[in-house]
Structures are given as C-alpha cells and as structure tokens.
C-alpha cells in the first residue's frame, strides 16, 4: 500500500516534469512561514464593510517587513470596496479562509498581486471565496484577481464567483501551479475563468463554470501543462486569441472534460503573426458542446499580419458529441490560406453530432488522421466539406456525476459552490483538498 502510494506519487511527478522544465509552487513550505498577518490585527474586523484596507496595511506593515509571514483573513463574511495590490512580496502566503464579497464597483482587479515570489494564495479550509455579485455591475466593475509576474507560486484551494468580468488572470511569471479551484460565473461572455500566460506553469483539477474561457492559454507561453480540467457548462477551454508575435510552444492539455460547452477546445485567431507549436491535446471527453475541435483562423476581427502558424499539433484520444453536427462541425481546421496549418495529427479522434449527421471542414490545412486534412504541405487551399459518419472509436462519452444542465443567470446572485475532488471522469484529483489534508 505504502509502496503503491510512493510509486503513484513518482508517476505523477514524472509525468508532470516531462512537460515542465523544473519544478512548480514555492520555494519554501507552508510550515516554515511562521509570522501571522492577520487582518483583524491591521484594522479589519469580520463583517467589516471594506476589508480592503487591511489587507493592503496587513501586507505592507507586516508582509513586507518579514519575510516567511502570512498574510491571514480568517473565516467569516467580509464586505470589500477598495481594491487591492499587493507588491513585491518575497517568501509569503496569502491565507484566505475568509468569504469576500465585492461591494466597490470600481473597474480594475480587486486583488492584485505583483512581482510575488515563493508566494502561495490558499485556503486551509478549502472554504474561502471571493463573491464578485456580478450581476450588480455586470461587465463595468472588476476582475477578481491576476498575478502577474509570480515566481514560485501556487493558488489552490479558492472559490471564484459570479466576477463583473474576468476571474483569475496569470500575466506571465513562471513555475506557477494552480489547483484545486472552482470557479463558478455566470452564463454569459466576458466571465473568463482562468486565463494563463507565462513558463513552466502547471494547472491542474479546476473546474469552471460559466460562458467564455473555461481554461485558456494567451502569449507568450511555454511548457504548460494542463490537465483535469472539468469545463461544467461553459464557453469551454482555448488557445487565443492570437495576433501579433505569437510565440506558444510546447503545452500540453490532457484529461479535459466539457460538458454542454460552446467548443471541446477551440484555437482561435484572425490575421497575426509568429507561432503556435508542440501541443498535444490528449485524453478530451466533451458532451453536447456546440462546435468540437474548433481551428479557426478567421475567427473576429483581424490583427494585421498573413496569419499565425500552427505547427505540429496533436489531438490524441478524444471522444465528444456536439449538438448539431452540420450546423456546426465536430471537427474543423480553418486555417489561414496565407499561412496554412501543418502537423495537424489526429489521432483517435471520434467526434460526433447529437443529430446523426456531421459536416467536417477544413481550410488550409495539413497534417495526418483523416478528417478532410491534406497530407504532406502546400498551399492555402479553399475550404472543403466532408460528410462524415459515426465514428467507429466513438462511444457515448463519459460524464460526471453534478453535471450542471444549465449555466447561472447572470441577472440573479449566483450561490458559492464547494470544491469538487473529482475533475476528470474516473480520476481522483492530483492533489487532495486542503481541508482534507
Ligand atoms: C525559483 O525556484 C527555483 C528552484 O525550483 C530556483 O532555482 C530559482 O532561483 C527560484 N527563483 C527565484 C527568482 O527565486
Ligand atoms: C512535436 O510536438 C511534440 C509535443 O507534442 C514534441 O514532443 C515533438 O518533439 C515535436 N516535434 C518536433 C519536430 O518539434
Ligand atoms: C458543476 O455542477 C455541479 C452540479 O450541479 C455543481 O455541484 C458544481 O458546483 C458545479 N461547479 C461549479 C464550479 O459551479
């Protein structure tokens, strides 16, 4: 048993140092940042009508001044009107086991933490939520919270909900790892659940619900590894979308569940330049999403530039249905005519429509496995159609026990769900909860 554990934990690491070129998460462990910030101690109380300010004086009087130290908000409700950033930390943590809800309608990001360093943001009692009541202010207030440039960092074990606008950004940095998150918007674009850029970051059991970006990689971006991610009524997961200078490479999606998405993953552009290459997508099970594998390279307005391209790209083992096949495709490459798509490999790949009739179509585009991919190079060929059948690897895909029928209004309050131990049909998270530790 005790061996089974260990060789478990070495499969994990293996596989996920594979794709990344060195560790993830803080330098230094929980245990050893000693020094308690807690808020109720720089002027915060429970109940208070703006936590804001002390977490922003918790931070720069005792954060800053000891390193090792955690910044605290235990748990109970908090109102929060001023937003915060929080700069240059070094060896620190953000515990917040509190439930944080926005009052402030400023635009902007109610938590911002800059340039962090060995920096975890947690929740001990997997509990702690920031609630963004979205639908007071939707599309005019702020996003919840972006890192940019960390460096050794984790977020794990949070709640996100109902943002005005997006939900949690990472702008760059490196050897990030984000687990354990549920993030729950409402049904309506504009409500992105992560969006990530940056090196060496891995992101793991996260579930989103809401109608954009379930799990989405932008530029630039290098070994990222992404896997469990269960996109519960969502716009579902993306690459883009892609303009100008796009230098994406190596990044690996694996075990990305969807149900009733608006695409089992989508890579999107329009016009741009530079690169997207080395990515394999493996292990997608998507159920009634409208679009499948969506390539798209005409897809909204048009950056400057002959087109992005995508290059050695593989999709391995995905099993999915959408929800009317010839409206819109199970799978579709369309790819730029001045810049077509190469080393597009399917691989097992057994897309099929709800309706029993399916139109694939591809663009500009090369690669191996069928589909209407043509074989070898060349060039920018118009679109052409292919009627396609049953697939013979498909079998009802799998699904997820709490499957939502149905995203949230985003006219009403939106209640805070608890943090799922499951992401992937069959698979237990990576890591346990917190709160089960
Ligand atoms: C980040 O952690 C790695 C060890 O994993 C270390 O080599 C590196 O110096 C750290 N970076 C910074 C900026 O502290
Ligand atoms: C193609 O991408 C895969 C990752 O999906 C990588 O292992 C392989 O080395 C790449 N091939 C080339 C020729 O770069
Ligand atoms: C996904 O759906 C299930 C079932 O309704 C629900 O329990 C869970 O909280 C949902 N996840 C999110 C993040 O809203």
Redesign the pocket.
């Known amino acids: 048993m005790f061996i089974t554990a260990l060789t478990l934990v070495a499969a994990i690491c293996a596989g996920a140092s594979a794709q990344l070129t060195g560790r993830v998460g803080p330098t230094t462990p929980l245990s050893q940042k000693t020094k308690v910030c807690n808020v109720l101690n720089y002027g915060g109380s429970v109940g208070s009508n703006d936590i804001g300010p002390a977490i922003g004086s918790a931070f720069t009087n005792c954060v800053l001044k000891n390193s090792g130290s955690v910044l605290y908000v235990p748990p109970g409700n908090y109102n929060m009107q001023t937003w915060q950033t929080l700069n240059g930390g070094n060896n620190w943590a953000f515990q917040m086991d509190g439930v944080i809800t926005r009052t402030g309608t400023a635009g902007g990001h109610m938590i911002l933490v800059n340039n962090a360093n060995n920096f975890e943001m947690f929740s001990s009692t997997s509990a702690g939520a920031f609630q963004g009541h979205g639908y007071q202010i939707r599309n005019t207030g702020p996003r919840i919270l972006r890192i940019v440039n960390g460096i050794n960092f984790s977020l794990h074990d949070l709640i996100f909900v109902d943002s005005p606008a997006f939900h949690v950004i990472i702008d760059h940095g490196s050897n990030g790892e984000i687990y354990n998150l549920?993030?729950?918007g409402a049904n309506l674009g504009g409500s992105d659940g992560i969006d990530i850029w940056g090196s060496n970051h891995w992101v793991h059991d996260v579930?989103?619900?809401n109608r954009d970006e379930c799990v989405t990689v932008k530029n630039p971006s290098n070994n990222l590894l992404i896997e469990r991610i269960w996109c519960?009524q969502s716009g579902g997961s993306a690459i883009g979308s892609l303009s100008n200078g796009i230098n994406i490479h190596d990044i690996i999606y694996r075990n990305i569940y969807t149900n009733g998405g608006n695409q089992a993953f989508m890579i999107k552009s329009n016009g741009g330049d530079g690169t997207l290459r080395n990515v394999l997508f493996q292990n997608f099970i998507s159920r009634g999403t409208a679009y499948g594998l969506d390539v798209n390279q005409y897809w909204e307005t048009a950056a400057s530039g002959n087109g992005v391209q995508l290059t050695n790209i593989t999709f391995q083992n995905w099993d999915g249905i959408v929800v009317d096949g010839v409206q819109r495709p199970p799978i579709q490459f369309i790819c730029a005519t001045g810049v077509p798509c190469t080393g597009m490999n399917l691989q097992n790949v057994n897309m099929w429509s709800s309706t029993g009739k399916a139109v694939n179509k591809c663009q500009a585009a090369y690669g191996t496995g069928g589909s209407c991919l043509k074989s070898g190079s060349g060039g920018g060929y118009a679109q052409v159609t292919l009627n396609v059948g049953q697939p013979s690897g498909y079998s009802t895909p799998q699904s997820m026990p709490?499957?939502?029928a149905a995203g949230f209004s985003p006219t009403a309050a939106i209640p805070i769900?608890s943090i799922p131990t499951s992401f992937y049909p069959g698979l237990p998270q990576i890591s346990p909860l917190a709160r089960n530790k």
């Open positions: 549920a993030i729950r579930e989103v619900t519960n709490g499957d939502l769900p």
